[in-house]
C-alpha cells in the first residue's frame, strides 16, 4: 500500500483544528437554518406529508416504499424520501419542527461530508495531483447536478443546470 493511500484509509487522529473548523461549519449551517426550525410547511410539504397517507404507517413497509405518484407529488418516484418521511411521521407526527430539524441535520451532515472528502483529497500529495483529484470530484458532483436535473421532481437541480450552462466556457 503506498503512503498516500495508506495516508487516507487509516483513520486520522482528530486534531484541535479539525475538530474547530467541523464545528464552526456546524454551527455556520445551524445560523443559516435556524430561522427554518419555527416555520410551518411550505410550497408542496402539504401534499407531500400532510395528504401523504403512505407515511401515516411506517409498520406499512410496502406502502411507505411506494410513494403516490400524481403530478407534482414531490415523493413520487422517490421511495427513499418516502421513507424519511415516514420516519419523521412516527417520531413527531405532522409537526413541521421535527421535518425542518431533520433538514438542517442532512444539511450540516452533507456540509461535513464534504468538508471531509475536500481535506483528504488535499492531504494526498501537496502537488498538482492533489488538485487534479480535487477536479475530478467536483466535476463528478457536476455530473451528480446533472443526473439530479433530469428527475422531474427536483427542480433545484434543473435550474441550477440552466444557470451552469448559460456560463461561458473556461479558458
Known sequence: MTASVARLVAPAA?????????????????????????????????AAIVDNPTIRRLGAFGDVLSPPREAGQTVGGRPLVNLTLALNHAVGGTEPRGYHLFNVTVHALAALTLFGLVRRT????????????????????????????LDPGFAPARELLDAQRALPPAR
Open 14 to 46: 482528530p486534531s484541535r483544528g479539525i475538530a474547530g473548523s467541523a464545528a464552526i461549519l456546524v454551527v455556520a449551517v445551524l445560523t443559516v437554518y435556524f430561522n427554518s426550525l419555527g416555520g410551518a410547511f411550505v410550497f408542496d410539504d402539504a
Open 122 to 149: 488535499l492531504r494526498l500529495e501537496p502537488s498538482a495531483k492533489a488538485h487534479t483529484n480535487l477536479g475530478l470530484a467536483l466535476q463528478e458532483l457536476g455530473r451528480t447536478s446533472e443526473a439530479l436535473a
